[in-house]
C-alpha cells in the first residue's frame, strides 16, 4: 500500500461506494444525532412554535484516517406561519474525497393538525433538487499512471429534481415520524461502450421516534430510534438512549445495527442555543482501517417578534 497515492486510496474507496450504489442502494447520508437533524429526512418535521424561527447545522466526519471518506455538512431552517402552516428550507452536502460532491436543496412545507388536547399530527411534503458533480481530472488509480476506466473519462455535473412527503406524530414528550425525503429514483452514470456503470438513487424510508420519561424533577430518560429501508438491503436501525441533567446537560450511547456503537453529548448553553458531539466506534470491517467518525451539531432559535422569554415556553426535547 506504500506504493499507491492518495488517488488510489480515494479510487479506492470511490468504486467501492459506486458499487454499493448499484448494490446495496445505500446513499442517503446516516446521522448519529438524527433526532436533533429531522428537518433533513421528514419535511413534517414541526415544532408548532409560533414566532420562532428555528435554525440547525449539522457536520460528520466518517471512518477518519481512510482517505477519500466520506464528510456531510447539512443545514436546516423552519418555523411556523400560523397555528397550521410550518415551512422551512434544508441543505446537504455530501463528499467523497474532493471527488464527488453532492448537493442537495429542498423547501419544505407541514400543515399541522390537532389530534388530542397535547398532541398534534403534521403532514409534510418536500420539494427541491439535488446537483450531482464528480471531478475526475487527473484521476489516478496508481503512481504515475492515469485511469484507463472509461467510468472516469469524464466529469459529471448534473441536476435532477426531487420530492420527499412525511408525516409527524407530537406531543412534548414523544414523537413518531414516517418519511420518504427523497421520492424520485434517479441515475447518476450511465452505460457506456457495453460496460455497465450505474449508480441509482433508490427511494429511502425513514421511521423515527423518541419519548421523554421524567425519572424525577431534574433527571430524565430519551430512548429514539431510527430505522432506514431501501430496496435490496437490509433494515438499518438506530437505536438511542440519552439522559438529560437539569435540562442542561444531556448525555448517552447509540447502537447502528451490524455498523457502530456511539457516544453522544451536547449541551443547552441558553434557553435559545444547544450544541453537541457524537463519536461513532465503527464495528464493521471499516474499523480496521478507520478511527471512527465525528458529527458536531448546533441547534439556534431565533424570537422572531420578540414576544416570547424563557418563562413562558415550554421546553422542547428534540
Do not use: C
Not at 146 to 173: C, H, K, Q, W, Y
Amino acid at each position: 500500500m506504500k506504493h499507491l497515492n492518495i488517488y488510489h486510496k480515494i479510487a479506492a474507496l470511490l468504486s467501492l461506494t459506486l458499487l454499493s450504489l448499484q448494490s446495496y442502494a445505500q446513499q442517503d447520508p446516516q446521522f448519529t444525532q438524527y433526532m436533533y437533524n429531522m428537518s433533513v429526512i421528514n419535511p413534517a418535521y414541526a415544532t408548532a412554535e409560533e414566532g420562532i424561527l428555528n435554525l440547525g447545522g449539522l457536520y460528520r466526519a466518517q471512518w477518519v484516517g481512510i482517505e477519500g471518506a466520506p464528510s456531510t455538512g447539512t443545514f436546516f431552517a423552519h418555523t411556523p406561519i400560523n397555528n397550521k402552516i410550518e415551512m422551512g428550507i434544508s441543505f446537504t452536502n455530501d463528499n467523497i474525497g474532493d471527488i464527488v460532491n453532492e448537493n442537495n436543496i429542498f423547501a419544505d412545507f407541514a400543515y399541522v393538525l390537532p389530534v388530542g388536547i397535547e398532541s398534534k399530527i403534521s403532514f409534510g411534503v418536500k420539494g427541491g433538487f439535488r446537483i450531482f458533480d464528480t471531478n475526475f481530472n487527473d484521476f489516478v488509480l496508481q503512481s504515475g499512471n492515469v485511469s484507463t476506466d472509461i467510468a472516469f473519462n469524464e466529469n459529471i455535473n448534473r441536476v435532477f429534481p426531487n420530492l420527499g412527503i412525511g408525516a409527524f406524530f407530537f406531543t412534548d414528550n414523544y414523537y413518531l415520524g414516517l418519511s420518504a425525503p427523497n421520492m424520485l429514483s434517479t441515475k447518476h452514470l450511465e452505460n457506456e461502450n457495453g460496460i455497465r456503470a450505474t449508480g441509482i438513487e433508490n427511494v429511502h424510508y425513514f421511521f423515527t421516534g423518541g419519548y421523554v420519561f421524567d425519572i424525577n424533577e431534574n433527571l430524565k430518560l430519551k430512548p429514539a430510534f431510527m430505522g432506514r429501508a431501501v430496496k435490496g438491503t437490509p433494515l438499518a436501525l438506530d437505536i438511542t438512549t440519552n439522559v438529560l441533567i437539569n435540562e442542561k446537560l444531556e448525555a448517552g450511547l447509540g447502537y447502528r445495527l451490524g455498523d457502530a456503537v456511539s457516544a453522544l453529548v451536547n449541551f443547552r448553553v441558553s434557553q435559545d442555543l444547544k450544541i453537541g458531539y457524537a463519536y461513532d466506534y465503527t464495528t464493521s470491517n471499516l474499523g480496521d482501517y478507520s478511527s471512527g467518525s465525528h458529527e458536531i451539531f448546533i441547534l439556534f432559535d431565533v424570537d422572531l417578534f420578540g414576544f416570547k422569554n424563557g418563562y413562558d415556553r415550554s421546553p422542547r426535547f428534540f
